[in-house]
């Protein structure tokens, strides 16, 4: 499977970007996916995943700005991230599990995007 990312930039305090993650390879539909983020020193975390049902999550940091959504047709994920604070800086990854579900630690996704930054200016 090959997922690439896009999206990232620089963006003021308070503005927006959207992220898309591209995959190939794969029956897109049948497997959850995950944007993850990793700030320099920290660890890479979960921000917002989605199963193949379309049921939903989000960390507590990101609950009511941002947006994941997915477009099987299309074989492609989306973050819009809204209300972007400094904090929000970091790496951002697109993942696809290697199950439905999309809440699973990091260590157990197979598939990685390349990672796109996201640097937020206050």
């Known amino acids: 499977v090959q997922l690439q990312a896009s999206g990232g930039g620089l963006v003021q305090a308070g503005g927006s970007l959207r992220l898309s993650c591209a995959a190939s390879g794969r029956t897109f539909s049948r497997y959850g996916m995950g944007w993850f983020r990793q700030a320099p020193g920290k660890e890479r975390v979960l921000v917002a995943g989605m199963n193949s049902g379309g049921s939903t999550y989000y960390a507590d940091s990101v609950k009511g700005r941002f947006t994941i959504s997915r477009d099987n047709a299309k074989n492609t994920v989306y973050l819009q991230m809204n209300s972007l604070k400094s904090e929000d800086t970091a790496i951002y990854y697109c993942?696809?599990?290697?199950?439905?579900?999309?809440?699973?630690?990091?260590?157990?996704?197979?598939?990685w995007g390349q990672g796109t930054q996201v640097t937020v200016s206050s």
């Open positions: 993942a696809l599990s290697p199950s439905p579900w999309a809440t699973m630690p990091s260590r157990a996704y197979t598939d």
